[in-house]
């Protein structure tokens, strides 16, 4: 017991400065709250979009509710966040945007100490995060997503560490490592980029290790004018060039990698390049049969494979491996090539769980309670408390119980939780019945919280909007792809969502039917409807005429705008959002009704408050007359591949008839300024 108390002794808690939108809290603005900060501070941001520039402080962290539900934008000449000189700052749970015109960076960091964490950065014309002149700057378990330029620049000497983070959909890269940068890319997903998914340009050493780098239109990975690289266990599929591309004065290691289907080439060392590499399998890497280029410019090595990996689900994007792959026990050390692992079994290049196993009573942190529960089964054989696995619970277990006790795992107050689980919510209505069973067997995590109980239930912080994580099967044994809430929130797909706890232990219905409504791209698959397309890349290609030039919104699967110039409906507005879906996709009512004829007039036909259209592309499921519950079927998409979608009148009726919907779901069309109902993630991105 002296040793735990000695310890903690001297340790010292800041303050926590609250700050609410509404100016319920002890301020209204960040800036305001910041400004009164001292190193060792929290300032606690509730939810609400912030239309501020914020200027970090060293020593502050900066916490806010979930990217989520709580936003920093800006759109004249500045930065959303800003950070100069900066030393052990954090900011958590934060949407970060930059919504102007004029080409600024939404996150800048200059000589900064700065660590990002499950935050969300978007920008409508330029760069998401620039860290520069020997910063040191950490993205963990953060989207950086739909910017105007690159995702993450990293510049003059800085080091920068992206771990476990999704960076998809910027305009001309991923990430750029440049001017003697250098750092580490461990455990993302780097997809969907106009361009190379990491760019190592007169900078390094750079490690990048465990990615799953794929579906970018240019390399998956760019090494250029002396980058010095070690690529390591990453699976690289399906890029628009090739998997790993090395051009003069470059040096890299590539080991243990999984290079396959990749459109021009696997590996291309050109002249002047050295490169040391083995153990990798390089297959199937000239889709474009333009020639055998699984290698260009080195000698295939004798230690590489060229066979099938056997991907879960290629034409869906699940490069995991199935169970019969043949890459078990083919890479350097005797494990598994590439990025994924097996689909049922656990990563090649393990994402390092955060968390404890002292952490007995599951609260986040090692703390008395654990101690008593540890006391009470010290001499025993009790195996959760036998952390050396010896046998027995004994001094040696309490030396590594000590190590750990004080720590919090948990980003969030560890005594404020509240347990969700999970139930099969058979008939979509958000409301557990009697006869609607538990769902146990499941992966369920809480995104930063680094939870996993083994009766599928998760612990999460009360009051705030966290991101969960959910897969699993019904127990038919389909897949369960929707999560239910009791009204007024809608249905949102799998396997991620946020969720707003209140005070209170929850149970979060789960469902494996599909409701197609304008949910964010990413949140309903947004590489399974690229693949279903015929011909995805040109798609998107050809529909950016159809946008007007100040209409600012990503040209995605959910677009409003000019018609398509052809049929004599050329320059005729389009007042309605286009969902592109797979055919055969069901379409369920919004809301309960009767389903009336469309006659062409403001109304579109509807005699009442309010009503949901749902025009053409449709093989219809119902009859004019007939009545419908929510989530009823209407219909079925048809080979147009998509539903043409609009809520009249509106606004007012809407924001009456529909509990939930606020002024935020109306934007001002600069087609003619009519106000246009959009989902509550939209905005200029």
């Given at each position: 017991?002296?040793?735990?108390?000695?310890?903690?002794?001297?340790?010292?808690?800041?303050?926590?400065?609250?700050?609410?939108?509404?100016?319920?809290?002890?301020?209204a603005?960040?800036?305001?709250?910041?400004?009164?900060?001292?190193?060792?501070?929290?300032?606690?941001?509730?939810?609400?979009?912030?239309?501020?520039?914020?200027?970090?402080?060293?020593?502050?962290?900066?916490?806010?509710?979930?990217?989520?539900?709580?936003?920093?934008?800006?759109?004249?000449?500045?930065?959303?966040?800003?950070?100069?000189?900066?030393?052990?700052?954090?900011?958590?749970?934060?949407?970060?945007?930059?919504?102007?015109?004029?080409?600024?960076?939404?996150?800048?960091?200059?000589?900064?100490?700065?660590?990002?964490?499950?935050?969300?950065?978007?920008?409508?014309?330029?760069?998401?995060?620039?860290?520069?002149?020997?910063?040191?700057?950490?993205?963990?378990?953060?989207?950086?997503?739909?910017t105007?330029?690159?995702?993450?620049?990293?510049?003059?000497?800085?080091?920068?560490?992206?771990?476990?983070?999704?960076?998809?959909?910027?305009?001309?890269?991923?990430?750029?490592?440049?001017?003697?940068?250098?750092?580490?890319?461990?455990?993302?997903?780097?997809?969907g980029?106009?361009?190379?998914?990491?760019?190592?340009?007169?900078?390094?050493?750079?490690?990048?290790?465990?990615?799953?780098?794929?579906?970018?239109?240019?390399?998956?990975?760019?090494?250029k004018?002396?980058?010095?690289?070690?690529?390591?266990?990453?699976?690289?599929?399906?890029?628009?060039?090739?998997?790993?591309?090395?051009?003069?004065?470059?040096?890299?290691?590539?080991?243990?990698?999984?290079?396959?289907?990749?459109?021009?080439?696997?590996?291309?060392?050109?002249?002047?390049s050295?490169?040391?590499?083995?153990?990798?399998?390089?297959?199937?890497?000239?889709?474009?049969?333009?020639g055998?280029?699984?290698?260009?410019?080195?000698?295939?090595?004798?230690?590489?494979?060229?066979?099938?990996?056997?991907?879960?689900?290629?034409?869906?994007?699940?490069?995991?491996?199935?169970?019969?792959?043949?890459?078990?026990?083919?890479?350097?050390?005797?494990?598994?090539?590439?990025?994924?692992?097996?689909?049922?079994?656990?990563?090649?290049?393990?994402?390092?769980?955060?968390?404890?196993?002292?952490?007995?009573?599951?609260?986040?942190?090692?703390?008395?309670?654990?101690?008593?529960?540890?006391?009470?089964?010290?001499g025993?054989?009790?195996?959760?408390?036998?952390?050396?696995?010896?046998?027995?619970?004994?001094?040696?277990?309490?030396?590594?119980?000590?190590?750990?006790?004080?720590?919090?795992?948990?980003?969030?107050?560890?005594?404020?939780?509240?347990?969700?689980?999970?139930?099969?919510?058979?008939?979509?209505?958000?409301?557990?019945?009697?006869?609607?069973?538990?769902?146990?067997?499941?992966?369920?995590?809480?995104?930063?919280?680094?939870q996993?109980?083994?009766?599928?239930?998760?612990?999460?912080?009360?009051?705030?909007?966290?991101?969960?994580?959910?897969?699993?099967?019904?127990?038919?044994?389909?897949?369960?792809?929707?999560a239910?809430?009791?009204e007024?929130?809608?249905?949102?797909?799998l396997?991620?969502f946020?969720?707003?706890?209140?005070?209170?232990?929850?149970?979060?219905?789960?469902?494996?039917?599909?409701?197609?409504?304008?949910?964010?791209?990413?949140?309903?698959?947004?590489?399974?409807?690229?693949?279903?397309?015929?011909?995805?890349?040109?798609?998107?290609?050809?529909?950016?005429?159809?946008?007007?030039?100040?209409?600012?919104?990503?040209?995605?699967?959910?677009?409003?705008?000019?018609?398509?110039?052809?049929?004599?409906?050329?320059?005729?507005?389009?007042?309605?959002?286009?969902?592109?879906?797979?055919?055969?996709?069901?379409?369920?009512?919004?809301?309960?009704?009767?389903?009336?004829?469309?006659?062409?007039?403001?109304?579109?036909?509807?005699?009442?408050?309010?009503?949901?259209?749902?025009?053409?592309?449709?093989?219809?499921?119902?009859?004019?007359?007939?009545?419908?519950?929510?989530?009823?079927?209407?219909?079925?998409?048809?080979?147009?591949?998509?539903?043409?979608h609009v809520?009249?009148?509106?606004?007012?009726?809407?924001?009456?008839?529909?509990?939930?919907?606020?002024?935020?779901?109306?934007?001002?069309?600069?087609?003619?300024?009519?106000?246009?109902?959009?989902?509550?993630?939209?905005?200029?991105?």
């Amino acid at each position: 017991m002296a040793i735990l108390l000695l310890a903690l002794h001297g340790v010292s808690w800041g303050r926590t400065l609250t700050v609410a939108v509404d100016g319920t809290a002890d301020y209204a603005t960040i800036e305001r709250a910041l400004n009164a900060a001292v190193s060792g501070d929290t300032v606690q941001v509730g939810s609400g979009t912030y239309r501020e520039s914020v200027g970090l402080k060293s020593g502050v962290v900066l916490l806010g509710s979930g990217y989520q539900g709580t936003r920093i934008e800006v759109e004249d000449r500045e930065n959303a966040i800003y950070a100069v000189g900066v030393s052990e700052t954090e900011v958590v749970g934060f949407t970060l945007a930059y919504t102007g015109t004029e080409g600024w960076v939404t996150v800048g960091v200059n000589s900064g100490q700065v660590r990002f964490t499950e935050c969300r950065v978007i920008n409508s014309t330029a760069t998401g995060i620039l860290a520069v002149e020997g910063s040191d700057v950490i993205i963990a378990e953060c989207r950086v997503e739909q910017t105007g330029a690159r995702g993450i620049v990293f510049k003059g000497g800085t080091r920068g560490e992206i771990r476990n983070s999704e960076i998809r959909r910027n305009l001309y890269a991923g990430m750029s490592f440049t001017e003697g940068s250098s750092g580490e890319v461990v455990g993302n997903t780097i997809s969907g980029n106009d361009g190379y998914g990491v760019e190592v340009n007169g900078a390094g050493p750079v490690r990048i290790v465990g990615n799953e780098i794929g579906d970018n239109t240019w390399a998956g990975i760019l090494g250029k004018e002396e980058g010095d690289l070690e690529v390591r266990g990453n699976t690289l599929v399906d890029n628009e060039t090739y998997g790993v591309l090395l051009q003069s004065g470059s040096t890299a290691t590539v080991v243990d990698n999984v290079v396959a289907m990749n459109r021009v080439g696997g590996i291309n060392s050109e002249e002047g390049s050295i490169i040391q590499i083995g153990f990798n399998d390089v297959w199937n890497n000239d889709v474009w049969n333009n020639g055998a280029r699984d290698y260009e410019g080195i000698p295939v090595p004798s230690s590489d494979l060229a066979v099938d990996p056997r991907f879960e689900n290629f034409e869906k994007g699940d490069y995991r491996l199935q169970s019969a792959t043949p890459l078990i026990g083919a890479a350097s050390e005797g494990g598994i090539i590439g990025a994924l692992g097996v689909a049922e079994g656990e990563p090649a290049v393990p994402v390092p769980e955060c968390g404890s196993p002292s952490d007995f009573d599951g609260s986040g942190e090692v703390g008395f309670e654990d101690f008593f529960l540890f006391a009470d089964a010290l001499g025993g054989a009790d195996p959760r408390f036998d952390l050396d696995s010896s046998g027995t619970v004994d001094l040696s277990d309490f030396f590594s119980f000590a190590d750990d006790f004080g720590k919090v795992f948990q980003r969030r107050d560890p005594n404020a939780l509240v347990r969700v689980s999970f139930f099969y919510d058979e008939n979509l209505n958000g409301r557990r019945e009697a006869d609607e069973i538990a769902l146990t067997d499941l992966n369920a995590t809480a995104f930063g919280y680094c939870q996993r109980k083994s009766d599928g239930s998760i612990n999460i912080p009360r009051n705030q909007t966290t991101t969960i994580r959910v897969s699993g099967v019904s127990p038919n044994g389909k897949s369960l792809i929707s999560a239910t809430y009791q009204e007024p929130t809608v249905v949102i797909s799998l396997p991620e969502f946020g969720y707003s706890a209140g005070t209170q232990d929850a149970s979060i219905g789960l469902a494996d039917g599909f409701l197609t409504s304008p949910f964010e791209p990413s949140r309903i698959n947004w590489e399974d409807y690229d693949a279903a397309l015929s011909d995805a890349t040109n798609w998107r290609l050809g529909i950016y005429h159809i946008f007007p030039e100040k209409w600012s919104y990503p040209a995605n699967y959910f677009y409003y705008g000019y018609r398509i110039p052809s049929g004599g409906l050329e320059g005729r507005a389009h007042l309605a959002f286009d969902i592109w879906a797979v055919p055969g996709t069901p379409v369920l009512a919004s809301a309960p009704g009767r389903i009336v004829e469309p006659i062409y007039d403001y109304k579109f036909g509807i005699n009442g408050a309010y009503g949901t259209v749902y025009y053409n592309h449709l093989v219809a499921a119902v009859s004019i007359g007939e009545t419908v519950d929510r989530y009823d079927v209407v219909g079925y998409i048809d080979e147009d591949r998509h539903l043409h979608h609009v809520l009249k009148p509106g606004p007012e009726r809407i924001l009456e008839a529909f509990s939930g919907v606020g002024e935020s779901y109306f934007i001002r069309s600069p087609l003619d300024g009519e106000p246009v109902p959009v989902p509550p993630f939209w905005g200029p991105q």
